[in-house]
Nanobody
Framework: QVQLVESGGGLVQAGGSLRLSCATSRSISLFSSMGWYRQAPGKQRELVATITNSGRTNYADSVKGRFTISGDNARNRVDLQMNSLKSEDTAVYYC????????WGQGTQVTVSS
């Protein structure tokens, strides 16, 4: 059984920062990859950033240079540092983990006011 619990969402002004965390019930090294996706109202869920168990990262073009994904093996969690936030970053952010199949968290709301 894999559980993913997100935290850190909230309301922030444009240009501000937030840090999302995804805590897991298993060691993050077990997962082939973990990542963050987001879904804005009326839009499809999209990839934000991923990190493999070897530390390779991948980012959506829209967040490159602003967001940073990192893994903390000691705390069994993956964080997403979001800087220079824009109104178009407003969405529900979901944690994702791959271990044979995909697992998803419940999501955390991020709202950026302009």
């Amino acid at each position: 059984q894999v559980q993913l619990v997100e935290s850190g969402g909230g309301l922030v002004q444009a240009g501000g920062s937030l840090r999302l965390s995804c805590a897991t019930s298993r060691s993050i090294s077990l997962f082939s990859s973990m990542g963050w996706y987001r879904q804005a109202p009326g839009k499809q869920r999209e990839l934000v950033a991923t990190i493999t168990n070897s530390g390779r990262t991948n980012y959506a073009d829209s967040v490159k240079g602003r967001f940073t994904i990192s893994g903390d093996n000691a705390r069994n969690r993956v964080d997403l540092q979001m800087n220079s936030l824009k109104s178009e970053d407003t969405a529900v952010y979901y944690c994702n983990a791959i271990l044979v199949r995909a697992y998803w968290g419940q999501g955390t709301q991020v709202t950026v006011s302009s």
